[in-house]
């Protein structure tokens, strides 16, 4: 079991950043972040795992940095030049198992946290 705790969302202006954290319980193999906005599905963001280069979604590549602090099991979401289009609930998530070409496939993790807002105005 892996409890995942996100902060760091809130409301920016196009242009702008952000710094989403998730405090994780234990040690992940793989986790990510994925956003769902009100009439959409749940999307792969961004995601990492040992031993491999972190993925993203091209809508993110370039603007958004993934990275983990292994040592406090803490995973970060630094957002910049912040779209309308990237308001969504993020949520954290993880999983004990190797996620390899599927880190940003949502069947892929088992634990989530409950979300956190961010809203982007034009």
């Known amino acids: 079991q892996v409890q995942l705790v996100e902060s760091g969302g809130g409301s920016v202006q196009a242009g702008g950043s952000l710094t989403l954290s998730c405090a994780a319980s234990?040690?992940?193999?793989?986790m990510g972040w994925f956003r769902q906005g009100p009439e959409n599905e749940r999307e792969g963001v961004a995601a990492?795992?040992?031993?491999?280069?972190?993925s993203y979604d091209d809508s993110v590549k370039g603007r958004f940095t993934i990275s983990k602090d292994y040592l406090k099991n803490i995973l970060y979401l630094q957002m910049n030049n912040l779209k309308p289009e990237d308001s969504a609930m993020y949520y954290c998530?993880?999983?004990?198992?190797?996620?390899?070409?599927?880190?940003?496939?949502?069947?892929?993790?088992?634990?989530w946290g409950q979300g956190t807002q961010v809203a982007v105005s034009a």
């Open positions: 998530a993880a999983t004990l198992n190797y996620c390899g070409g599927s880190a940003l496939v949502r069947t892929s993790y088992l634990y």
């Open positions: 234990k040690a992940a193999w793989c």
């Open positions: 990492i795992q040992r031993g491999q280069e972190a």
